[in-house]
């Protein structure tokens, strides 16, 4: 027999509003991680993949044990995105509604400071934040830690991609040595295990599935495409699937806005997610998407972050990510509410590499799947229309008055010709589209990837050199880490990343190439005893040569190669030029 939420010692009022908010079972991390922390203060390290209920799982007992007649506050719950923090504090409002003396407060960049610190002056037992945010009101002493008896680091992981660590610290040491840890992560990359190490007390670990383990309600697949039919393969996924209901996910800001263009004026209901947008139009463009006045929202991995949507029917990976715990994550939002979900990657000859070490780690193997024919679509799509007009439901008293006149004109046709003539108005478009569409599974060896597309893309992005490697103990997240320490926005569209042995490459969006400059030569920045210098590279064009001097870098944790699909084989040569600075 299933637990229920009372079974797990939570007292009635919160029983009540998971009552009417419909909850009804405990998912697995909620049935270890609740009873875990009502019962002991000893830290937790909890490993959940996205949308098994983790905000329920260390919320719900945070409400349980806070004191409502304490204005102090008590609980400091972290997350990488405003998004998702805001998700997390309107569900423990929602939680706590039966509680009235229980406060909760979203604090979060691109708001009012002062209205959130007006907030917290009111007393507020439950803080929900940024971490940016969270430095700059601890520094501004309004919100003040020293009774903090828990501090939650949801989405762990993901904070640390961003380049968090520094904020993570700093709220860590504004805290009491009393509190309870609670760390909560889809997965578990070595930097997340360096924070439980030396932030957390003989941490207790649970799990809901394997660490780092795909979702069992998600199937992965992936459709072999050149650069040039990429964009037709997506059009194709979603002309085969009638009801779809997904996000693209892209790994720039400027890709997510093309794609969106594209969608939109092909007629789809598409928008688009990233970076570049308001906070009120990243607002609208969300509240669409929940409605399902958009079924295909392209977006970035940040800004989908705080997306809570159970029903996706796939994600798509319009481009992978570098990281394969960005692939986890974005495979975590379909598959979510015991709903089943697919996830498929588009990849090129290229990329196809980089199936393997995610199938590694998921445990799980990408099926290969056909690029749908023309004619596979306008079947499918015909008996989509057919199905449609079964269940129409017909509104006869609005109707009746015209039906004599609409029978008299429709004397002529036969029952037959009747459903040719309504099913081709209807249809004659897709047939007309796909009349003569070219088989995409069809890719010659003439077929050049990453052809004028990469190259595209590669001129909106400014390379850089940095005095730095894998000898000096940097990683991808360790660089981008570095790179917002200077100031520089963290919406800043970083693109490839090269970790070699005595020196690395980056790429940063060509628009803040000077500031970029700039704020490292006049903040002087040191990583690890070492003063760090930066300088813009060129490429070479010997491509033959540094095809077969190719190097590699290292990101363990993620993919073999950090660098994508973009990178030029001159890149490669310079792996072999250990320790020497390229040519201006």
């Known amino acids: ?9 939570l007292k009635q009022p919160i029983n009540d509003a998971l009552i009417d908010l419909g909850y009804e079972n405990p998912t697995l991390i909620q049935e270890k991680a609740i009873p875990q922390i009502l ?13 098994t209920g983790k905000t329920a799982a260390f919320s ?9 007649n304490d204005k102090n506050t008590q609980a400091i719950i972290l997350s990488p995105t405003r998004e998702l923090a805001v998700q997390i504090g309107k569900n423990i409002e929602d939680f706590s509604k039966y509680i009235p003396n229980l406060k909760v407060t979203t604090v979060y960049g691109g708001a009012n400071i002062e209205q959130q610190i007006r907030q917290l002056k009111k007393g507020v037992q439950i803080v929900v934040g940024t971490p940016g945010r969270t430095v700059d009101l601890i520094r501004r002493k309004a919100l003040k830690l020293s009774n903090t008896k828990w501090l939650v680091l949801d989405e762990a992981d993901e904070m640390l991609n961003m380049g968090f660590k520094d904020e993570l610290d700093q709220v860590l040491e504004a805290t009491p040595d009393t509190k ?35 979702s069992d309600n998600v199937t ?3 459709y072999q495409v050149t650069e040039k039919t990429r964009y037709a393969a997506l059009k194709r996924i979603a002309d085969v699937n009638p009801n779809i209901y997904a996000i693209v996910f892209c790994r720039t800001r400027r890709e997510t806005q093309e794609i969106a263009d ?3 004026q092909d007629g789809y209901n598409a928008d688009s997610l990233h970076g570049d947008l308001s906070q009120a139009q990243r607002d609208a463009v969300m509240d669409k998407f929940r409605k399902k006045n958009i079924q295909m929202l392209v977006a970035t991995d940040v800004a989908a972050r705080g997306l809570d949507v159970n029903n996706l029917t796939h994600v798509i990976n319009h481009k992978l990510p570098d990281q394969i715990e960005n692939y986890n994550h974005r495979s975590g939002r379909t598959g979510r509410a015991g709903n089943k979900g697919v996830s498929i990657a588009l990849v090129n000859r290229k990329e196809k590499g980089k199936l393997h070490p995610i199938e590694r780690t998921l445990k799980k193997k990408f ?41 008299e004109k429709l004397n002529d046709f036969s029952r037959e010709e009747l459903i040719q003539k309504f099913v081709s108005l209807e249809f004659n478009s897709f047939l007309s589209y796909y009349e003569n569409a070219p088989d995409l599974n069809n890719i010659s060896s003439r077929d050049r990837e990453g052809g004028s597309s990469g190259r595209s893309s590669r001129e909106n992005m400014t390379r850089f050199f940095i ?10 997240p360790k660089l981008m880490g570095l790179i917002n320490e200077q100031g520089i926005n963290k919406n800043v569209e970083i693109g490839a990343i090269d970790i070699l042995d005595t020196f690395s490459f980056f790429e940063i969006d060509r628009e803040f190439e000077s500031f970029t400059l700039e704020a490292f030569e006049s903040n002087s920045p040191e990583f690890n005893g070492r003063r760090v210098n930066i300088e813009i590279t060129k490429e070479r064009k010997d491509r033959k040569r540094s095809r077969r001097r190719g190097g590699h870098s290292s990101n363990k944790g993620g993919f073999g190669r950090v660098r994508n699909q973009n990178n030029s084989s001159s890149d490669r040569r310079r792996n072999n030029n250990r320790g020497r600075k390229p040519r201006r």
Request: charged share 25%.
């Open 1 to 9: 027999m299933s637990k229920t939420f009372s079974d797990l010692g």
């Open 39 to 51: 019962s002991s203060d000893e830290d937790l390290k909890a490993f959940a993949q996205t949308g």
């Open 60 to 68: 719900l007992p945070i409400v349980e044990l806070a004191n409502e």
């Open 180 to 214: 309870q840890t609670l760390l909560f992560s889809a997965t578990f990359p070595r930097e997340v295990e360096a924070i439980a190490k030396n932030y957390m007390h003989n941490p207790v670990e649970i799990t809901s599935g394997q660490k780092n383990q795909g």
């Open 220 to 222: 992965h697949e992936f």
């Open 262 to 264: 594209k969608l939109i």
């Open 367 to 407: 099926i290969k799947t056909a690029i749908p024919t023309g004619k596979e679509i306008c079947e499918i799509q015909l008996f989509h229309l057919i199905d449609k007009i079964h269940k129409s439901e017909v509104n006869t008293s609005e109707i009746d008055s015209f039906l004599p006149s609409i029978y």
């Open 467 to 476: 005095n730095l490697g894998r000898k000096d103990k940097l990683n991808p």
